[in-house]
């Protein structure tokens, strides 16, 4: 049952990996916001395109994750079965 429990939590498209990515730039751009209204000026945009900014690079390591596991799978390397 845990083995079910715990795919759930595991990124296995590139479509659940934009997803994900989405929400993540959803909740960024809200924070973001709200730190231009918390702190007015340069430093709320600044604070606003450092939240941008964490959303690109994690995502692109979701991509750049996902991408080799895709081809170690492909490839058939040792240790990607589901067993452990």
Request: no cysteine.
């Amino acid at each position: 049952m845990w083995t079910k429990v715990k795919r759930l939590f595991v990124i296995k498209t590139r479509w659940e990996a934009y997803l994900i990515i989405y929400a993540l730039a959803l909740g960024a751009m809200t924070r973001g916001a709200d730190y231009t209204v918390q702190y007015p000026g340069w430093p709320g945009y600044l604070l606003m395109a450092a939240t941008a900014g964490a959303v690109f690079l994690g995502g692109a390591k979701i991509l750049d994750a996902i991408r080799y596991e895709q081809e170690a799978k492909a490839a058939g390397a040792p240790g990607d079965s589901p067993q452990g």
